[in-house]
């Protein structure tokens, strides 16, 4: 076998170097995070991969502790203003509605020092929201993972090739550019003012598919079947994948064959069995036989039948068998939270 490590100046096989140790890297953070719900220990924790070093992490609930001990394990546990004291970057990863409150906080107690940036994950806001720091000598970016999060290990591999919503300022767009690359995330730049449009889309596209999936699983348990998600999986796995390719042209289904009577019967054991899906049902199948009509796909002669079918009001809403009345309260939710920041 031919030796393919090349000699050395004295003749002999040279010793493949080592990688480079991450941390030897110029430019190396210390990272700090206030708010540790789900997104942002995930981020720090890639962050750490890449040879940065997260030093401080702040969070309220028993749940965020948990998860900074599992995903940054020996990072302290400090308060919002001590975390600001410590980081050269901090992640700001809080719900949407918090942010502008949290930012206008940390302005006002002084924990904001020049030449410190500070990076929220909100898909909401742009860079605006941070226009406080900016007074306060800090450096303001918005980058917000196109990635649903569990609070687990998990996220961190999920971040490989994960979109990232950027904004910042044009001399900043670099520095933004390097973070997202070095999470292993793909940056793609929005203009301030569509961030509200951006983040429309992206909770068009991913929260109301786990409500429409959650649906169709509870509708097939009262069918009678046992596993409704295998069942479901193939399908959602194939419809997703041909719309992503195809867009409209994957459109299948009664509605985009305009059958009415078979949406008329769906109708109708909505009607009797879930009641409270049935408002749903009509919207998106509204909305479907517009898109299909506008793309030749259902023609106007059938579409007349089906668009009176889904005309029809729906009767008024009455609870299901042992169903909860509106004074009732759902259980607390505990499942991953969606595509569009951190939450704590």
């Known amino acids: 076998m031919t030796d393919t490590n090349p000699p050395s100046r004295h003749g002999a096989p040279s010793t493949p170097s ?10 190396r953070l210390d990272i700090g995070v206030v708010g540790a719900g789900r997104v942002g220990p995930a981020l720090a924790a890639s962050l750490a991969l890449a040879g940065h070093r997260p030093v401080a992490v702040s969070g309220v609930s028993d749940a965020s502790r948990r998860r900074a001990a599992s995903l940054l394990p020996d990072v302290p546990l400090v308060t919002p203003d001590e975390v600001l004291a ?12 918090a942010l502008p409150g949290l930012v ?19 898909g909401r806001y742009g860079t605006k929201v941070l226009d406080p720091v900016v007074r306060a000598g800090g450096l303001p970016l918005a980058l917000h993972p196109v ?5 687990t290990p998990v996220d961190v591999q999920r971040l490989a090739g994960c979109s990232f919503g950027v904004t910042a300022p044009e001399e900043l767009r670099l520095a933004a550019q390097a973070l997202v690359i070095e999470m292993g995330g793909e940056p793609e730049w929005i203009a301030e003012e569509a961030r509200p449009l951006y983040h429309a889309a992206l909770a068009l596209g991913s929260n109301h598919l786990v409500t429409l999936v959650a649906q169709a699983m ?69 909305a479907t036989a517009d898109r299909a009509l506008s793309h030749g796909l259902l023609k106007p002669e059938p579409a007349e ?38 939450t704590e």
């Open 147 to 151: 990635m649903t999060f569990t609070g």
């Open 218 to 286: 509870d509708l097939l348990r009262t069918a009678g079947v046992d596993a409704p998600d295998r069942m479901l999986g193939p399908l959602l796995g194939a419809s997703l994948d041909n719309a992503l390719r195809s867009g409209d042209a994957a459109l299948t289904g009664p509605v985009s064959r305009g059958d009415a009577g078979t949406v008329a019967a769906h109708i109708e054991q909505l009607r009797t069995h879930a009641p409270q899906m049935l408002p749903g049902y009509l919207a998106m199948a509204r």
């Open 18 to 27: 080592a990688p480079p140790d991450p941390a030897s890297r110029p430019a």
């Open 86 to 97: 410590r980081a050269q970057l901090v992640l700001l990863t809080v719900p949407d509605d």
């Open 104 to 122: 206008a906080g940390l302005v006002e107690t002084g924990a904001v020092r020049p030449g410190q940036l500070l990076a929220h994950t909100s």
């Open 305 to 342: 039948d089906l668009l009176d079918v889904l005309a029809e009001p729906p009767h008024p809403r009455t609870d299901p068998p042992g169903g909860t009345g509106p004074e009732d309260t759902g259980p607390e939710d505990t499942g991953p939270t969606d595509p569009t920041g951190g």
